[in-house]
């Protein structure tokens, strides 16, 4: 089965990565790099494709931040909650897919679909490695915006099916979920349907993570910082 | 009537959808099956049947877009008898009353003026927000009241089914809708596999249907990937394919005995009632045994042909229906050149192959197309009940 490198040397060295399968909450509270921490380890390495559900920003500034990052925009999917509601005449392509905003979960779950099917029948960019199952990192920006339009019930039964699917394609999800918002009940439910969980918090500036459910990764905070989609853990 | 703008379901369902009913197309996660709604609103409007469509998620104009992106040009909705209630409509009633029982209430004044005032003849609902706001039976009750009101009124809602059976079950029991069709996938027979469910009609006895669909051409097509055709050399199985298409290739050799011999596939494309069908026909030789598994395993169904004047051949049939039967698909068996003489005893046939009267067993001649389209009817439809 494959596995995901995270990109950061000490977990991939302590843990090999992340199994095909896992389905990675990110908690963080707001202004704590949760985005880039998210789309460090969403960052398609070659032979892989990430797919990226955004309801915070427009899919011309995620591809910008994964090109920042060193990604190849070939193989980076948007499936874009936010553009549509002011260009309603905007087109979808194989790679940048538009619905009508958040709270359309129909149209979210067709277009991760349709991307999913584009990537496994091999149209999806030129220049395809070929693996089988074309191993596809998949990111959530964020949850917390879903919830401010969705009841919790239903988001959760929304997402339990997408976790299962990824699952089942042998993809790597990562959601992100801001930990000062929503209650212990709402942290709680969203956590379940997940197999490892980052929190982040900031202390005097200084950005600390610990990962639970990684095989091998003790759970002790660690300081980090982000830089051009690259995670470095400080001393 | 109104047509739910797929053929082969219309069919079906009997021509289509009886004016007044109540109409759920429940949707899985992931599937792409709003084409069905679209399709139900393009006949509607095609048929001039002025219609309210309320989509409290969009906008109109994104809608439009999405339409236009899904079906083509048509419909053309900006000439077409069509009113919407849309997002913006939805936000003005939420900003103006506190309670989730003012905004139903509001909600459901505004669908009454707009059915009074525009003489709705077919109401469209995408249900999700609705659903989660006022709950199942209180946001489906601001619609079926103004059915009730004015009885023609056709309703058809579509909604992204996270509830799974229950849902269905309760609309079906205590709502008493008139047709649910559930669009599902499974990653079985093959991986991205969606298929629509027959789950209830209120105006026909049918069983429950299960019908396999792509999306192509701005429209759903019912789709049955690879019917398989195997059997003993020289029953006649590139026979049967070569009648049932309407594209087909054979490719048969001289075999040793001077008769023509199939050396690799036989293939068959036949667009039948609305269905995008692909037959298989292998090779009858043991020496290709090995591969019948790959070609049965997308399968979705199986037929076995047999020459019912060859005795000798039964043993060889008998061992392809284990292959077949592993498989847990349906099947049949033609006992093909049964206009000849000396033709076998059907319970014979049965005996000798160890099938039950649950496996259908047909007696025909390939070379009479009449025959070859019955059997194929009959293997579509055992596809289309069996259970995914």
Redesign the interface.
């Known amino acids: 089965m494959y596995t995901y490198k995270s990109g950061i040397a000490q977990i991939d060295e302590a843990s090999g990565g992340f199994d095909a399968g896992t389905n990675i909450l990110i908690l963080a509270p707001p202004m704590s790099a949760a985005d880039q921490l998210a789309y460090a380890l969403t960052k398609p390495v070659p032979g892989e494709y990430a797919i990226v559900l955004s309801t915070n920003e427009r899919a011309a500034e995620v591809v910008d931040a994964f090109k920042v990052a060193g990604a190849d925009k070939r193989f980076t999917g948007v499936i874009d909650a936010i553009t ?2 002011s260009t ?5 392509t194989a790679r940048l897919m538009f619905v ?2 958040p ?4 149209g979210i ?2 277009k ?3 991307m ?2 584009t990537i ?1 029948e091999g149209n999806f960019a030129d220049g395809e490695t070929g693996l089988f199952p074309p191993p596809i990192r998949f990111c959530v920006n964020s949850i917390s915006t879903l919830l401010m339009y ?2 919790l019930e ?1 988001l959760y ?2 997402l339990h ?2 976790t299962a ?1 990824l699952k ?1 394609i042998e993809g790597v999800g990562v959601y992100i979920l801001n930990s000062e918002s929503f209650d212990e009940k709402t942290l709680s439910l969203i956590k379940q349907l997940m197999t490892c969980v980052i929190e982040v918090k900031v202390e005097q500036n200084i950005n600390l993570m610990r990962i639970r459910g990684l095989s091998g990764v003790p759970g002790d905070w660690m300081k980090f910082s982000v830089s051009k989609g690259q995670v470095t853990i400080l001393p | 009537m109104i047509s739910t703008g797929i053929n082969g379901l219309d069919e079906m369902l009997g021509s289509g959808i009886p004016d007044g009913s109540r109409i759920l197309y429940s949707l899985e996660p992931g599937v792409d099956g709003q084409l069905f709604m679209i399709s139900t609103l393009s006949c509607a409007l095609a048929k001039k049947r002025p219609c309210l469509v309320v989509l409290p998620n969009t906008t109109v104009d994104a809608f439009r877009n999405d339409v236009q992106r899904m079906y083509g040009a048509r419909p053309d909705l900006a000439l077409a008898p069509v009113t919407f209630f849309d997002s913006v409509d939805w936000e003005r009633i939420q900003k103006g009353s506190k309670s989730p029982e003012g905004r139903a209430r509001e909600l459901q004044a505004r669908i009454r003026k707009l059915c009074r005032e525009h003489d709705v003849d077919v109401i469209f609902v995408y249900f999700d927000l609705l659903n989660e706001e006022f709950g199942t039976d209180a946001a489906a009750a601001i619609f079926t009241s103004a059915q009730e009101r004015e009885k023609k009124i056709t309703l058809v809602i579509e909604h992204l089914n996270l509830e799974g059976e229950q849902l269905l079950d309760h609309v079906i029991r205590d709502l008493n809708f008139d047709l649910v069709l559930a669009i599902r996938s499974s990653f079985r027979p093959f991986p991205q596999f969606n298929y629509f469910t027959l789950v209830h009609t209120s105006w026909a006895d049918l069983p429950a249907r299960s019908v396999p669909f792509i999306i192509g051409e701005g429209r759903v097509i019912p789709y049955i990937p690879r019917i398989v055709v195997t059997g003993p050399a020289s029953s006649g199985k590139s026979t049967f394919v070569l009648n049932a298409a309407d594209d087909g290739h054979s490719v048969d050799r001289m075999a040793q005995e001077g008769s023509m011999t199939t050396v690799a596939l036989d293939f068959g494309w036949i667009r039948w009632k609305d269905f995008d069908i692909t037959l298989y026909g292998t090779p009858g030789q043991e020496r290709f045994d090995s591969l019948l598994p790959s070609y049965l395993g997308h399968a979705m169904g199986a037929l076995l042909v047999i020459d019912a004047t060859n005795a000798d051949q039964l043993p060889r049939a008998r061992l392809l229906i284990e292959m077949i039967a592993r498989r847990r698909i349906p099947f049949a068996v033609a006992a093909n050149k049964s206009d000849l003489p000396g033709t076998l005893d059907p319970g014979l046939i049965r005996r000798s192959l160890a099938i039950g009267d649950e496996i259908p067993l047909y007696q025909i001649s390939a070379i009479r197309k009449s025959d070859v389209n019955f059997v194929l009817e009959s293997l579509v439809d055992s596809i289309t009940q069996f259970r995914y």
């Open positions: 549509k509601s309603p005449g905007i087109t979808d009508s905003s709270t359309d979960l129909t779950g067709i991760f679909s349709n999913v099917e496994f969705r009841r239903v039964q929304f099916v997408l699917k089942k």
